[in-house]
């Protein structure tokens, strides 16, 4: 068989193994407590007959071997159980609200990556001056900042004390409705239904916590582009382009080409952890995304909602590795290039 | 004169023992010179110090070095004190560079042609069609059969010779004044080696510009340069003309390496004793020079006649 294929069945072959590892541990969630069909409820005094329905759509009464594989087939199947607060299937629930946290992460990945490439880049071009060090500081302070506490300091900057951020109230004014839906975001959605004034207020909701979550990415990412660029400046190569009499811009040109798979890698295994920080961001800012259900579903208990966030989670995680390791794979081909 | 060296000094960053971070002199007053027509050989042991020359005078030292003084005179203008900006109008324009280790020097993601393409680019607005035409024209003239096709290789693809003659052309498109080859056969077999000498030996003169070559085979001196300058511990201890030199070697030095070659020399060009031991003052060479006496405790001066001079107590240099 040809390698490539080789290669990608048995990264598939890993990615299933993990999966059913993800599928255990969140069924072992719901095993690990004392009354499971009362967990699996949630309610504290269920009714005799939904009690025996449980017990057999789950086969509560059966050995927990049988009662895994029965789990794994509903997921399987999609069907990941009911909140026990509002009664709607967390499938529903969560697809509902993926576009919000999708949106988010987009958005600050991209104003992270807009932030961190040229900072990195101008960095590693003066590396080891006040400049450089002034930039690496400010990352590494970005990256041990608890994201909550970011998001709460630019609003008391920006909404309480300057006024000019509006109240993190969501993803749009509480007076206006939501636009239709179409892509599920509703800055797009306003656009595309020629509402100025809702667009004007999603994309103003947008800003601070895009702006928090960007700095969150945009501080690691700045020190992942140094740390590829001064790999390229210190290669025979560049020192030969320099030599050459290129200028700064071909000179960034160059380095850059050569550290994108280095940094490529870097964003997507930094955007497979992101779901974490997301949903403390989303919570503060009352984004109503998937982060902020999962969060709420742990401090209600509500045991079907979170098994369903642990697995979109990992789903996530997931896809980004993919990603990842694709990115990987495409560099390697360019190194035996070279 | 077209490149004038004077006390060239540069510092290197060492960290002590203790972790604690200082300079030591890396280049302790290096000069020489270069005439147009004319090929200069910078000859010496590994870490003498003549690539960090080389590169101290196209301002490429690399982060932990750092110059301390000197001049480096080119067409008139001090190398050493010019902006980054005019630098850049000098690197690759005037002054060509050809550096070791072919296969790693070129751009790995870009094709041969496009970086020849690109070289000239960087200096002057160019005609597209005109540069790929000068491209594989240069590529021609540094004996690479099939210049079309060769243009749209990438650089993996070419044999080392190759990649190394693309290197000169790439060195040598923009028409420089200098060329500076820094050990521009290590890594290449042997009979490679002596067709990239003898094209950049025939290049030089067909173009009637200044060359430096950077070796440690005192063969290839001999054979392509014309004037020699013998580098020991950051300084440089003898130099003249290449005939003067060889018949007549003044420092004990260039004795030594002259009755080592040209096998040993040429084979690891790390003989003549072990590695580079330098005493704190006095003469650099005396703890493995067969000659020292206690006078060599005491700096030697640089004594010479004319063009060929060596830097020793005991030298002796008849005028030419």
């Not at chain 1, 990941?80 to 609200?97: F, K």
């Not at chain 1, 939501?178 to 959605?189: E, L």
């Not at chain 1, 890698?265 to 009352?286: D, I, K, M, N």
């Not at chain 1, 579903?297 to 098994?307: G, I, K, T």
């Amino acid at each position: 068989m040809e390698r490539p294929v080789r290669a990608l069945l048995r990264r598939l072959g890993v990615g299933l193994f993990l999966a059913l590892v993800v599928v255990l541990t969140s069924f072992l969630l719901v095993k690990l407590d004392a009354a499971p069909s009362d967990v699996l409820l949630g309610g504290p005094t269920p009714a005799a007959e939904e009690r025996a329905q449980l017990v057999e759509d789950y086969g509560l009464d059966r050995p927990a071997f049988v009662q895994f594989v029965r789990y794994t087939i509903r997921v399987l199947r999609g069907e990941l159980g009911r909140s026990w607060l509002t009664g709607d299937p967390v499938l529903g629930e969560i697809m509902a609200r993926i576009p919000a946290t999708l949106e988010l992460m987009l958005y600050s990945i991209l104003l992270g990556t807009l932030i961190a490439v040229p900072t990195g880049v101008a960095a590693a071009f003066a590396r080891n001056t006040a400049e450089d060090r002034t930039v690496r500081g400010a990352s590494v302070l970005g990256e041990a900042m608890p994201p909550f506490l970011l998001a709460l300091l630019l609003l008391l900057v920006f909404f309480r004390w300057l006024d000019i951020a509006p109240a993190p109230s969501g993803r749009i004014s509480i007076v206006l409705s939501p636009p239709t839906a179409v892509t599920g975001s509703y800055f797009i959605d306003s656009i595309i239904m020629q509402d100025s004034i809702a667009a004007r207020s999603a994309l103003a909701q947008l800003v601070l916590p895009v702006v928090t979550l960007a700095l969150m990415v945009g501080a690691t990412l700045t020190l992942l582009v140094r740390g590829a660029m001064l790999a390229q400046m210190d290669a025979p190569h560049f020192v030969y382009a320099r030599a050459q009499g290129m200028s700064r811009e071909m000179l960034t040109m160059i380095a850059l080409r050569g550290a994108l798979p280095t940094i490529g890698a870097g964003l997507a295994t930094q955007s497979a952890a992101l779901l974490g920080v997301t949903a403390l961001v989303e919570h503060v800012f009352a984004w109503g995304g998937v982060g902020q259900y999962g969060l709420e579903a742990m401090a209600r208990a509500d045991f079907a909602a979170v098994q369903g966030f642990i697995l979109v989670s990992a789903a996530f995680a997931a896809i980004m590795h993919l990603v990842h390791a694709l990115v990987r794979r495409i560099a390697r081909i360019r190194i035996r290039r070279a | 004169m077209l490149l004038d060296v004077q006390d060239l000094r540069v510092e290197r960053s060492v960290t002590g023992a203790q972790g604690e971070r200082g300079f030591e002199p890396a280049l302790a007053g290096v000069s020489f010179r270069v005439v147009k027509g004319r090929i200069l050989g910078l000859v010496g042991e590994h870490g003498a110090g003549k690539s960090l020359a080389a590169s101290a005078i196209l301002g490429l030292l690399r982060p932990e070095a750092r110059l301390v003084g000197g001049r480096a005179l080119f067409e008139g203008q001090d190398l050493l004190r010019m902006s980054e900006a005019d630098l850049t109008r000098v690197r690759g324009a005037r002054i060509g560079f050809v550096v070791q280790s072919g296969h790693a020097t070129l751009d790995p993601n870009t094709r041969v042609g496009a970086q020849l393409v690109r070289a000239q680019s960087i200096h002057r607005p160019i005609v597209k069609a005109e540069a790929a035409w000068r491209a594989e024209t240069i590529m021609s003239s540094m004996g690479i059969p099939e210049p079309r096709l060769r243009a749209q290789a990438w650089p993996h693809e070419l044999t080392p010779g190759i990649v190394q003659r693309v290197v000169i052309g790439l060195a040598l498109i923009n028409e420089p004044q200098l060329l500076i080859a820094d050990e521009p056969t290590a890594g290449l077999d042997i009979t490679t080696q002596v067709q990239i000498l003898d094209l950049l030996h025939l290049e030089v003169r067909r173009r009637r510009i200044g060359g430096i070559i950077i070796t440690r085979d005192l063969g290839v001196v001999a054979q392509y340069c014309d004037d020699i300058a013998v580098m020991y511990a950051g300084q440089v201890v003898e130099q003249g003309p290449v005939g003067q030199v060889f018949t007549r070697p003044a420092h004990p030095l260039t004795r030594a390496m002259i009755a080592d070659a040209p096998e040993r020399l040429a084979l690891a060009g790390r003989r003549v004793g072990g590695p580079v031991a330098e005493p704190a003052d006095g003469c650099a060479y005396r703890a493995r020079c067969p000659d020292a006496t206690d006078r060599c405790l005491v700096a030697p001066p640089l004594v010479g006649a004319g063009v060929h001079a060596a830097r020793c107590h005991f030298a002796r240099i008849a005028a030419a």
